[in-house]
């Protein structure tokens, strides 16, 4: 009984260092490695890069050091801190091989082949918001180059560094990543500018941020993800959307379902103020009224016709660059 107790001590002891080791190793890495942002991708057709790439030598000639981590990827910044690259979680995209492991289990082939597919809808949905940012928000999302297929024609290698500071080298190639602009949030500015108390300079942040998400629905495109001082960020004085991987374009769309989106997120600000700014929340009442009577009026006017008859986006991953300095 004795050397039952102690072997299973010995066991606990060791489950519980391991746990701690791996809790650690979590925490100084935050999950990052290099097979994690690898994932099986379609072929590009295209023979020749887009000359439109030649700009981004200046980026891609540079270092790329651990900065965060998303949802959906992992951000790494440039050594000038103009540009982040973002590289996709795959580990969130497809299934780990241990499920085939249980194929022989009776209905294991059906779960299985649900659950793939789950995550196959899952990777066309964030490569569609990408590919979207990239063809159609170019300046509202601040992005600058997007890479969703197996290419010959970047033939480039950059250095990018994970948060130990360990130097990995990554054939571009290779990877499904995109280059944005550096974008500071949206929490950080606002925070700032009245500690400063730089009420213009806050209020023409308004006028951007809600500018930004006006502009978004104005070309027809629609976000899933409802945030909004988490998801939009300045570079400089202009506001950007950060997260891409949710924007969706709705072929056919009622101006009265674009005004509900508007009025929707308009009020999601202004809570914020409450909560966060009580004394500056008359401020950006008074810049979400005139937004909203600008953007109904634009609704009524031009966005009926445009919405009914707009070019479709491609839904397949490509490789697209939309440089803007």
């Not at 780990?96 to 659950?115: C, D, M």
């Not at 991987?245 to 600000?269: A, N, P, V």
């Not at 909560?275 to 031009?302: D, G, M, P, W």
């Amino acid at each position: 009984m004795r050397k039952f107790i102690s072997l299973l001590c010995y066991v606990t002891v060791l489950s519980v260092a391991g746990y701690g080791v791996g809790r650690l190793y979590f925490s100084l890495t935050d999950g990052f490695s290099m097979n994690k942002i690898q994932g099986d991708l379609a072929v590009s057709q295209e023979i020749e890069a887009s000359p439109l790439f030649q700009p981004l030598n200046s980026i891609l000639k540079q270092k790329f050091s651990y900065l965060g981590k998303g949802c959906q990827s992992y951000v790494f910044v440039s050594e000038d801190e103009r540009y982040v690259m973002k590289f996709f979680k795959f580990q969130h995209l497809r299934l780990s091989p241990t499920w085939k492991k249980f194929a022989f289990l009776p209905t294991w082939e059906q779960y299985f082949n649900r659950k793939e597919g789950e995550k196959k809808e899952k990777k066309r949905l964030l490569f569609t918001g990408c590919t979207i940012a990239g063809e159609t928000l170019p300046r509202e999302t601040g992005v600058c180059f997007v890479h969703l297929e197996q290419t010959d024609t970047l033939q480039t290698s950059i250095k990018i560094i994970d948060k130990l500071g360990i130097e990995h080298l990554a054939p571009l190639d290779d990877y499904a990543f995109i280059i944005q602009k550096r974008a500071i949030p949206s929490a950080i500015v606002f925070r700032d500018l009245m500690e400063q108390k730089r009420t213009r300079e806050l209020r023409e942040s308004i006028q951007s941020l809600l500018g930004v998400m006006a502009t978004r629905l104005q070309k027809g495109v629609f976000d899933r993800d409802p945030a909004v001082i988490q998801n939009i960020g300045f570079v400089g004085k202009e506001a950007i959307i950060l997260d891409i991987g949710q924007l969706e374009i709705l072929s056919q769309c009622s101006s009265e379902k674009l005004l509900q989106d508007f009025k929707g997120r308009c009020h999601t600000l202004e809570n914020w103020f409450k909560k966060n700014a009580k004394e500056h929340t008359y401020l950006v009442q008074e810049e979400i009224h005139n937004s909203l009577q600008a953007f109904e009026a634009q609704c009524r006017e031009h966005l009926p016709n445009h919405f009914h008859n707009r070019k479709e986006i491609s839904t397949q991953p490509h490789c697209a660059s939309s440089y803007q300095e």
